[in-house]
């Protein structure tokens, strides 16, 4: 089955930019989402086709995708940004969609 | 607004069903598919599969498939999430998300589905 493969934690200091990778073979093809979970919430979306920033969400949350790997990118993090990220797609049939392994974001 | 709302926690018996409901309200409910994700404790999270509710077409991932049937009653804008032969390791957070094709932008507030002898 399609995986897409996270780092588990990367931790910052706060005004420091975080960078969290997906990778997956279909990436060059599909485009990533991601999500960010805090704790004992659903997910909120905070990133949509591989680089679009929904309403409501801080101009610090941007991502790109290249090749087999899409990126995260939290510039200048703040604490309120620790949580749990999620990158999501689907395979190269279109047909099953797939979470991240997840990357637990420390600020500190 | 868009809102999900899901029923209450269950507690069932190894080999047991759970019907987990999920009620849309703040859009056209057949406009959009509704996608069924879980989280088990300390885990990440899990895509089960996706339901249109205007045609009523499924599509489930492949670790649930003979499992799970994901249905609909348009005249209340409902969508349910059945899932059968219950295990211990089916115990997770159980959430309905509304879906826009590729991707999912509004969530339910989660259902917990503990199953335990």
């Known amino acids: 089955s399609y995986e897409l493969t996270q780092p588990p934690s990367v931790s910052v200091s706060p005004g420091q930019t975080a960078r969290i990778t997906c990778s997956g073979d279909?990436?060059?093809?599909?485009?990533a989402y991601w999500y960010q979970q805090k704790s004992g919430q659903a997910p909120v979306l905070v990133i949509y086709e591989d680089s679009k920033r929904p309403s409501g969400i801080p101009e610090r949350f941007s991502g790109s995708s290249s090749g087999t790997m899409a990126t995260l990118t939290i510039s200048g993090a703040q604490v309120e940004d620790e949580a749990d990220y999620y990158c999501?797609?689907?395979?190269?049939?279109?047909?099953?969609?797939?979470f991240g392994t997840g990357t637990k974001v420390t600020v500190l | 607004q868009v809102q999900l709302v899901q029923s209450g926690a269950e507690v069932k018996k190894p080999g047991a069903s759970v019907k987990v409901s999920c009620k849309a309200s703040?859009?056209?409910?057949?406009?959009?598919?509704i996608n069924w994700v879980r989280q088990a404790t300390g885990q990440g999270l899990e895509w089960m599969g996706w339901?249109?509710?205007?045609?009523?077409?499924?599509g489930y991932a492949q670790k649930f498939q003979g499992r799970v049937t994901m249905t609909r009653n348009t005249s209340i804008s409902t969508a349910y999430m059945e899932l059968s032969s219950l295990r211990s390791e089916d115990t997770a957070v159980y959430y309905c998300?509304?879906?826009?094709?590729?991707?999912?932008?509004?969530w339910g507030q989660g259902t917990l589905v503990t199953v335990s002898s």
């Open positions: 703040g859009y056209t409910f057949t406009s959009y598919d």
């Open positions: 998300a509304r879906g826009t094709g590729d991707y999912v932008d509004y």
């Open positions: 999501y797609s689907t395979d190269s049939s279109g047909n099953h969609n797939v």
């Open positions: 279909a990436l060059p093809k599909k485009y």
């Open positions: 339901m249109n509710p205007n045609s009523g077409n499924t």
